[in-house]
């Protein structure tokens, strides 16, 4: 400041001489407890009925998945009359082969939980780690990764998950778990750009902050600083992000069956067997109805979930 | 355009343009009684509590006050811009050359805002559509307002540029926003605000977002168009320094309320209000040099707990007991030149000192 | 403005030689028989592997094999199906089809998704904000075939409203209506949500703020200071969106039976025909990478911020 008898002050700066002025309203913003991010976003959630709703719908689905058994004693491929409708013997009818709808439809579940799951979990982490070290490193490194990013970002999914599923087709020999796993794969290869690009930006927000300039600064190694610094401060938007993509994931799965690409008879999946009941949509609609039900419950419930994380997390949208 | 440096030229020279007419005295605005309140979740907050004064032609008036002490917000309900809810106005009037602009239908209110009440924002960069050439944003005013046809407007919006002294306004007329420096955007809302040749400005902190250099340039620019057009102007500041130079009365706020009222030499010389006192005494002093530079204790209140008795009472170094009972109201200050006012019950002795 | 456009073209040229790269080591390069599962359930005879290994060069090492496929891609040549007709005369009559498909679809994702985004936002916290946003969340949870098959059985089976397939070689606006908004839904929710938001925000921008101070009727003020703005995510989000659209009118097709590209692609998968599939789709990545670069042009005049130098 130079001295001149006509000094511009701020009437602000009564308070503080030599401090620029800002635009809070000191006593309010002063008496607000500080509390971290990540409590108050549970605290948000907790209020939240459609997050409770999610939970209870998923973890209801992730039971279906893993205990079938819970749920019905009806082996899914026992056969019956065919195209019974519902009834209290077979709550949701038979389908064309005479197969129990609701016994099929529980164990549905597993494959589109089972692919949803396992991708969500590889292209959380390939993703994720690609995108901190691309973001940590900077450099050639993250020139190649921002390029490589693009040019998966080229291909959308479900056209690249065909290309991938016609390139190693599947039969009816082909074994469930290889199938789920080749499904798996081809939305991991298509699905951890994304989450790579995500994790690089909030990464980049985050290492400019003083704590991780003065763990640097105290010799720290980068795998610490990593770990106990730049992780715990930019996995949010990953996570919430992660949380919707399954949902997606699972749709994708079921496209794909539908399409008769994925999982292909005698495999039992939701996706499958609406493509069998599309066949009687005209006569008897609730064969293809209750697999369908099922299926948008699932992603209803991974898409609201993120839809309250990412809420939670984000205090513009409040 | 007709200019002239004649108290009220401008309506003589625009006779057929306004149907408002100014008092006999040149008397533009008159704020009578102005309350605004926030509803909002945890609570009212009042913001503005009872605030009076009043605007003439070619007359500049100061509001002083930091942030929070309801001066944007008097802005606002003048300009009738404020988002309601959560704003609402219970108290008041604002009459416009003897009309009261809240009781006025929303359409004919509208149509003042432009040709007859104008206001210029802090920060040009985030006021100015960041989309639209700063040209095409200027000739909206007139194509708007008056009607007129696509070029006519822009050769409005050059000519207003070069008025406000910017650089190749020709060219640039097709610029956005974000290529133009700070003190040129300024120049840029300036222009858009006096496009219609208003009888009202509002300038809410014209200067905070700039260099100290080009504050004063665009100061000056603001007393050259206020003198050539005769304008009212409410400056909002929270600056002392810039107040002293180009306004003719200040009214400094507190609180959502007037504390002291003055023509801005007396005020300098004689504050008659505690928190006026410590304003002024914050400013640093080339004479003080080596003193350690006083300061205004305390933060100002919440408002929505506002507290009881005189609002400054809690940061006032003059406290007595019926400050903290008592809300003293704004009244001439005895012994003091006509026109003072103050809101204190020892308004005398500080005036003294 | 040339310069850009230029410079964006040459930045897309790596692009489409990654994306190409990957389709052709995703289908020709990876551990596994290329030729597998080709010919039908029954495996190919000698003779057809040998000549799918002499058409894709797979003997040459993968550069090698890549280059002279690439070389094929850009004359137009996508290969031959298993009947030896070449894709690209299978595609030409399909093209128009399901362009046609697609423009629908896209107007209508604009029109109402943008529509109901600016009702919601304008109205935020009313029982019509809540209204749109749950319905929003409905699309987008139920697979676009879920929805299609609905749509084809109340509004075409029972209701009759529509045709309940499109087998037309030439169909018209009409018969391509259900099928467009049955694409169009998911893409609709998210322009909805995308608009609504944006929308919410700007309304509180200072230049909002500056519209009604300048007397500006509120109609204008957010009819064009704020929703011009909005729409630079949405715009971005429609080009980004368009490979889902291409996604979506396979599966939409194979519903309603139409004669287009998707409804191709879904027939060369029944017909294990693999060298119709990549084919088809290798094209429709091309068309969604032109698309983009487009979008990405659009952008630049959308937002005048977006250096063009």
């Known amino acids: 400041m130079t001295d001149t008898p006509q000094q511009s002050v701020t009437a602000t700066a ?93 164990h549905g579940a597993r494959a589109s939980i089972l692919v949803g799951i396992l991708t969500t979990v590889a292209t959380t982490l390939i993703g994720g780690a690609v995108g901190i070290l691309a973001a940590y490193f900077g450099g050639w490194l993250d020139t190649i990764v921002s390029r490589i990013t693009d040019v998966f970002f080229a291909i959308p999914v479900l056209l690249g998950g065909i290309l991938f599923m016609s390139a190693f087709p599947s039969d009816q020999s082909t074994p469930y778990l290889s199938v789920v796993l080749k499904v798996v794969a081809a ?42 610094h730049v992780l715990p401060n930019s996995l949010a938007p990953i996570l919430v992000v992660s949380t919707i993509n399954l949902g997606v994931f699972i749709v994708a799965e079921a496209t794909l069956s539908f399409l008769g690409i994925g999982l292909v008879p005698p495999a039992v999946s939701w996706g499958v067997a609406i493509n069998e009941g599309l066949t009687f949509l005209r006569t008897f609609p609730h064969i293809p109805l209750f697999p369908s039900l099922f299926l948008s419950l699932g992603v209803l419930a991974f898409i609201m979930l993120g839809d309250a994380a990412r809420d939670a997390f984000d205090p513009k949208s409040r | 355009m007709t200019t002239t440096t004649q108290p009220r030229g401008r309506r003589d020279a625009q006779a057929t343009a306004s149907d408002y007419r100014p008092g006999p005295d040149g008397l533009l605005l008159e704020v009578d009684d102005l309350h605004v309140e926030f509803h909002t979740e945890d609570g009212v907050a009042r913001a503005i509590n009872g605030v009076n004064f009043d605007l003439h032609a070619g007359e500049t008036l100061a509001i002083l006050g930091e942030s929070g002490s309801g001066k944007s917000v008097t802005a606002q309900a003048i300009m009738g811009i404020l988002d309601m809810p959560p704003a609402k106005i219970p108290r008041g009037a604002i009459r416009y050359c003897g009309q009261d602009l809240l009781t006025m239908p929303d359409e004919q209110r509208r149509k003042t805002r432009g040709p007859e009440i104008s206001m210029i924002f802090q920060d040009a960069l985030s006021s100015l559509n960041p989309v639209f050439p700063v040209g095409w944003q200027i000739a909206e005013m007139f194509r708007k307002h008056r009607g007129m046809n696509k070029s006519d407007a822009t050769a409005q919006a050059v000519r207003l540029m070069e008025r406000v002294q910017i650089p190749a306004a020709k060219q640039r007329v097709r610029a956005f926003p974000h290529q133009f420096s700070g003190g040129m955007r300024q120049r840029i ?82 504050p008659a209000h505690p928190y006026t006192l410590g304003l002024l005494e914050s400013i640093p002093r080339l004479d003080q040099k080596g003193q350690e530079l006083s300061a205004i204790g305390g933060l100002p209140p919440n408002l929505l707990r506002l507290p009881s008795g005189c609002e400054f009472h809690p940061r006032c170094r003059f406290v007595q007991d019926v400050c903290r009972r008592d809300r003293p109201e704004l009244t001439a200050v005895v012994g003091a030149a006509p026109g003072r006012e103050s809101a204190c019950h020892f308004s005398e002795e500080v005036h003294r000192g | 403005m040339g310069k850009y456009v230029i410079r964006r073209l040459l930045q897309m040229i790596p692009v489409v030689l990654g994306t190409t790269f990957i389709i052709y080591a995703m289908v020709f390069a990876l551990p596994g028989d290329p030729t597998a599962g080709k010919c039908g359930d029954r495996g190919c005879p000698p003779a057809v592997v040998a000549e799918i290994r002499e058409q894709y060069n797979l003997d040459d090492p993968v550069p090698v094999a890549y280059v002279k496929y690439l070389g094929k891609l850009a004359t137009g040549d996508l290969g031959e199906n298993t009947y030896g007709i070449p894709v690209t005369q299978d595609l030409a009559q399909r093209y128009a089809i399901t362009g046609k498909l697609a423009l629908m679809a896209i107007a209508i994702e604009a029109v109402i998704g943008i529509l109901a985004g600016v009702l919601a936002a304008i109205r935020k916290g009313s029982f019509l904000d809540s209204l749109i ?36 070689r030439n169909p018209s606006m009409y018969q391509l209506l259900m099928p467009a908004i049955v694409l169009a839904s998911l893409s609709m929710a998210y322009v909805t949500r995308l608009t609504r938001t944006n929308l919410a925000e700007n309304l509180r921008a200072d230049y909002v703020r500056t519209a009604k101070a300048k007397g500006l009727t509120q109609r204008r003020a957010i009819g064009l200071h704020a929703l011009r703005n909005s729409m630079i995510p949405v715009v971005t989000f429609m080009g980004y969106d368009f490979g889902a659209l291409l996604g979506g009118a396979i599966v939409t097709e194979r519903i309603f039976n139409i ?46 911020r977006i250096s063009h130098d």
């Open chain 3, 259 to 304: 004669q287009g590209i998707g409804g191709y692609i879904f027939q060369s998968i029944n017909h294990r025909d693999g060298f119709a599939v990549v084919g088809a789709v290798t094209a429709l990545v091309i068309v969604y990478l032109i698309v983009n670069l487009v979008v990405d042009l659009l952008y630049g005049v959308l937002d005048p």
């Open chain 1, 187 to 228: 939305l991991t290869i298509l699905g951890w750009p994304s989450l790579a690009r995500l994790m690089r930006g909030s990464v980049l927000q985050v290492l400019p902050n003083d704590y991780i300039q003065a763990a640097r600064a105290l010799g720290a190694s980068p795998w610490r600083i990593i770990t106990k």
């Open chain 2, 189 to 270: 809302m300036i222009a858009m605000a006096i496009a219609l040749d208003p009888a009202v400005l509002i300038a809410d902190e014209p200067t905070t977002a700039l260099d100290v250099t080009v504050q004063a340039q665009i100061m000056a620019l603001l007393a050259e168009l206020q003198e050539e057009r005769q304008m009212g102007l409410i400056l909002i500041t929270h600056d002392l320094g810039v107040v002293a130079d180009v306004a003719d009365r200040i009214a400094v706020m507190y609180c959502g309320r007037i504390m002291e009222r003055a023509d801005v030499l007396e005020l300098y010389r004689r």
């Open chain 1, 14 to 106: 009564g308070i503080e001489p030599g401090e620029p002025s800002t635009d809070v309203a000191p006593a309010r913003e002063a008496a607000a407890p500080a509390r971290s991010l990540t409590s108050d976003a549970w605290r948000q959630l907790r209020r939240k009925p459609a997050f409770w709703f999610s939970v209870v719908l998923i973890a209801l689905f992730v039971a279906m998945a893993a205990f079938p058994g819970l749920f019905t004693s009806i082996d899914p491929r026992q056969v019956f009359d065919v195209r019974q409708e519902p009834s209290a013997e077979h709550w949701f009818g038979t389908d064309g082969q005479g197969y129990d709808i609701y016994s099929r439809t529980i």
């Open chain 3, 133 to 168: 946003l749950v319905s929003t969340l409905v699309v987008i949870s139920v697979p676009v075939f879920v929805i299609g098959v609905l749509a084809q059985f109340y509004f075409g089976v029972r209701l009759g409203w529509f045709p309940v397939t499109v087998t037309s």
